[in-house]
């Protein structure tokens, strides 16, 4: 096929929209696409950004996540939480993850909200 771009695209490119940048492993959200930085980039800079897989990301601190919980993406504070209200739902946690812990595994998915 001629018109075929991304044959199985597992990332895209996104102009990263953080003032300072961002990290590799780090996620971000830009329009209706959410995906994990391949690389360091400046703001406005260009950077491959993982949209499926699983990866381990910085999650709300004051909340214990268990496995099968969908995900949003908190874009002010850029970390993941369980609240819907004003966020991004970017997946379901793979591995259950306590208050404390810094981080939560997730498996990127775009899920209806519905669960159906």
């Known amino acids: ?11 895209i ?5 953080y003032a300072g940048g961002i990290l590799s492993g780090q996620g971000m959200l830009v329009g209706a696409f959410f995906g994990v ?4 980039a400046a ?6 950004c993982e949209t499926r897989g699983e990866f381990e990301l910085t999650k709300d ?7 099968g919980t969908r995900v949003f993406w908190d ?20 591995v259950a993850a306590l208050a404390a812990d810094a981080t939560v595994r997730v498996m990127l998915a775009r899920v ?5």
Do not use: K, W, Y
């Open 13 to 17: 490119p996104m102009v990263v929209p």
């Open 112 to 116: 209806p909200a519905s669960g159906a």
């Open 75 to 94: 874009n002010t504070n850029r970390r993941l939480t369980t609240t819907a209200t004003g966020n991004f739902q970017v997946g379901i946690v793979t």
């Open 61 to 67: 601190p004051t909340q214990a996540m268990a496995a």
């Open 1 to 11: 096929m001629r018109n075929c771009i991304r044959p199985d695209a597992r990332s």
């Open 37 to 40: 930085a391949a690389a360091d």
């Open 43 to 48: 703001q406005n800079a260009t950077v491959e």
